[in-house]
Nanobody, 124 residues
Framework: QVQLLESGGGLVQAGGSLRLSCAASGHTFSNNAMGWFRQGPVAEREFVGSISRSGASTYYANSVKDRFTLSRDNAKNTVYLQMNNLKPEDTAVYYC?????????????????WGQGTQVTVSS
């Protein structure tokens, strides 16, 4: 059973930065492509970004492109989401997800495993 644990959320002012981490256990981490999604107070869950098994490929939602960066350390079974120049509209619960496929994916249904989420709040 794959288990995912997010951390690093918190309260930050607009223009600030946060780095989210997602630690995986219960499987061979390098077998999974990973993704991040978020859900705001009155919104549906939306795609943020995805990284391939090797880390060579990444894909981002237009709303976060050039501000957010995905990376992974397969030796530490961890994927990171570096978020810069944060905006109030980035406020959401951020979820880490894992899929068995090799490459990136942008829809929630393509991911089999999910973490519990971490809250990110950006004040104006």
């Amino acid at each position: 059973q794959v288990q995912l644990l997010e951390s690093g959320g918190g309260l930050v002012q607009a223009g600030g930065s946060l780095r989210l981490s997602c630690a995986a256990s219960g499987h061979t981490f390098s077998n999974n492509a990973m993704g991040w999604f978020r859900q705001g107070p009155v919104a549906e869950r939306e795609f943020v970004g995805s990284i391939s098994r090797s880390g060579a490929s990444t894909y981002y939602a237009n709303s976060v492109k050039d501000r957010f960066t995905l990376s992974r350390d397969n030796a530490k079974n961890t994927v990171y989401l570096q978020m810069n120049n944060l905006k109030p509209e980035d406020t959401a619960v951020y979820y880490c997800a894992a899929r068995s496929g090799v490459g990136v994916a942008a829809t929630a249904k393509e991911y089999e495993y999910w973490g519990q989420g971490t809250q990110v709040t950006v004040s104006s």
